[in-house]
């Protein structure tokens, strides 16, 4: 089994972890990760602890869930090197929302299905079609209403 070397240079750790270069800078400047510095003189590229590894897949994690860098920057900051403080509640409501986005989507996906077998002479003469064009309108009217995260109202397109 290979052992991991203390501390890996940037470029191993973009090997590694295929994050590039510049993505890991930028969550260095989001403080999402922390080096340890340049090597002691031998060149200037930036060195991190091999636990910036997992901190990186935490990341892959959180953002392949729906997080926004900001939330997982509050789960990673703060948090002992190699932890992270997850907020219990926040994962909870991101899996409560990701079940609401699964039951819309299956309901799409039959929606769909039904479309392409059914009977009816025209999709305009099908009722089961027209409730999933009234239920589509009526979720589009809601997100383009509903407020940014900032706050801020959305402007309709």
């Known amino acids: 089994m290979e052992t991991m070397p203390e501390a890996l240079d ?7 972890s295929g994050v590039a270069a510049s993505a890991l800078r930028y969550y260095e400047r989001r403080g ?3 080096s340890l510095g340049a090597a002691d003189g031998e060149s200037q590229r930036r060195k991190f602890a091999a636990t910036v590894l ?3 897949a935490l990341i892959a994690l959180g953002q392949a869930a729906g997080f926004s860098l900001d939330e997982i920057g509050t789960m990673l900051t703060g948090a002992a090197p190699g932890s992270a403080q997850i907020d ?3 994962l909870a409501a991101k899996a409560d929302e990701l079940d609401r986005t699964i039951l819309q989507l ?3 996906s039959a929606g769909l299905r039904h479309a392409a077998a059914c009977p009816a002479p025209s999709h305009a003469q099908c009722p089961s079609f027209q409730r999933l064009l009234k239920a589509a309108a009526s979720k589009a009217l809601e997100r383009r209403l509903k407020p940014a995260r900032t706050g801020a109202p959305r402007r309709p397109r």
Do not use: N, P, S, T
């Open 10 to 16: 940037i470029a191993e750790v973009a090997k590694r």
């Open 32 to 34: 999402l990760i922390r």
């Open 54 to 56: 997992d901190q990186l």
């Open 88 to 90: 219990r509640g926040l």
């Open 106 to 108: 299956q309901a799409m």
